[in-house]
């Protein structure tokens, strides 16, 4: 038997890191779903966890917490906090997403105003965070701004993932504003926004007039841009949030007095004037 000055010396070969269990069980991230392994503990949150194997696009937030962490909108946010390294793959879809349940304050949000901080391409970081007349501003930066405080914290370098991506990766923080800056609902935002940038580098009423059809095209765009006080000349990175929440509230009124309005898809009225240039082109050559 081992004498008590032998115990009391003993030890423990030490565990294993993480990088070395990796490498034991030939374990490996796949490339084509945007997979990396962060193995720098200084960044990781250590604690205890409950893993949940689920689609993140598809997963109940709001069913994964128990009622009494709810707190009112107009409060403090609750102790309830996204923290995510998203896939590159999914994240604008994902911050999207999520973006409009601020809107409607369900999903995670029907806790109150819920913190994210997540992760994206540093460029689309900087779009997140971008302010007007910036060359990233885009649609992302006003969709986050006015629902949002927007914050880009750090930047994360390629070489601290494994395998190491090509890009390095932003770490940007969202606390839902009490009161959003454009009281609008989300989808009408959300087209007023793509539209204005659906061709940024040139004049802002370009992509506003695809709002109409063309046959109204630029009597209601001049309507739309007279009643929102805004010139027609400027470039949509030079569009401020109070210049989108004009837009919006004009575009709503517009939309109130045309309920079909609101539909319209400049697309599929390009789509249905090339089918029926092809259907008289099929008919001429029938009678040849």
Not at 91 to 102: A, C, D, G, R, Y
Not at 186 to 195: H, S
Not at 219 to 245: C, V, W, Y
């Amino acid at each position: 038997m081992a004498s008590s000055g032998m115990l009391g010396t003993f030890r423990l070969p030490p565990l294993p890191t993480i990088r070395e269990i990796i490498k034991l069980f030939g374990l490996r991230a796949v490339k084509q779903l945007s997979q990396n392994f962060l193995l720098d503990l200084r960044l990781t949150a250590p604690g205890r966890l409950r893993i949940v194997h689920g689609d993140v696009l598809t997963y109940k937030i709001e069913k994964a917490f128990p009622n009494h962490v709810r707190r009112q909108w107009e409060d403090d946010p609750p102790n309830v906090h996204i923290i995510g390294n998203l896939p590159f793959s999914v994240s604008t879809p994902l911050i999207i997403k999520w973006l409009e349940n601020v809107s409607l304050k369900n999903g995670p949000f029907t806790y109150g105003r819920t913190k994210m901080t997540l992760t994206f391409q540093k460029e689309v970081a900087e779009r997140l965070v971008a302010t007007t007349g910036s060359k990233q501003r885009s649609r992302l930066s006003i969709m986050a701004q006015y629902l949002c405080n927007v914050e880009h914290l750090f930047t994360i370098p390629g070489k601290a993932f494994v395998p190491k991506p090509e890009v390095d990766v932003g770490v940007v923080h969202f606390t839902p504003l009490i009161q959003p800056k454009i009281e609008q609902p989300f989808k009408l935002v959300e087209k007023v926004v793509q539209y204005a940038f659906q061709f940024r580098r040139k004049y802002c009423h370009q992509g506003l007039g695809m709002l109409f059809p063309k046959a109204q095209r630029l009597e209601n765009t001049g309507k739309l841009l007279q009643l929102a006080d805004i010139d027609p000349t400027l470039r949509p990175i030079h569009l401020s949030l109070m210049h989108f929440k004009s837009l919006c509230d004009v575009y709503r009124k517009m939309c109130d007095e045309d309920p079909q309005l609101f539909t319209y898809n400049f697309r599929e009225e390009l789509k249905q004037k090339r089918r029926k240039g092809q259907e008289k082109g099929d008919d001429t050559a029938e009678e040849c």
